[in-house]
């Protein structure tokens, strides 16, 4: 995946909920349908790219019959707000902002996710 896909899959994803720790995502048809999405959890299923780790992430889970997935984090380790802004900021240069911030965070390579 790349930081364009991921941009323009956040125009399908919406936040149902989010205290700190926990965030639960929706996801429109435009993400389940995306061919790249598609191979990519085929794959890696649905956390990071296999053999990868996250550091901060918990557990993710995904339920296919209400397409909502919950994210369980480290509220100690990835700031909640950081987090959150991800999924809402619209401008392309903010979300690559915020995105190198939460990766830096946590000592995350991101060119190993956006391949």
């Known amino acids: ?3 364009e896909l991921l941009l323009e899959l956040r125009n399908y994803i919406s936040i149902c909920g989010h205290t700190p720790g ?5 996801f429109g048809l435009g993400v389940v349908r995306n061919p790249k999405v598609i191979r990519y959890v085929k794959v890696n299923g649905f956390g990071p790219p296999k053999g990868e ?11 296919p019959l209400s397409r909502s ?5 480290d509220k100690d380790v990835i700031r909640p707000e950081l987090l959150h802004k991800l999924f809402i900021c619209k401008n392309p240069d903010e979300f690559e902002d915020i995105a190198g911030q ?3 965070t ?10």
């Open 53 to 63: 780790s996250m550091p901060g992430i918990i557990k993710t889970t995904f339920n």
């Open 69 to 73: 997935m919950t994210i369980r984090y």
């Open 1 to 3: 995946m790349d930081l």
């Open 22 to 26: 926990k965030l639960k995502l929706k």
């Open 102 to 104: 939460l990766a830096s």
């Open 106 to 115: 946590v000592n995350f390579d991101l060119a190993a996710f956006c391949n």
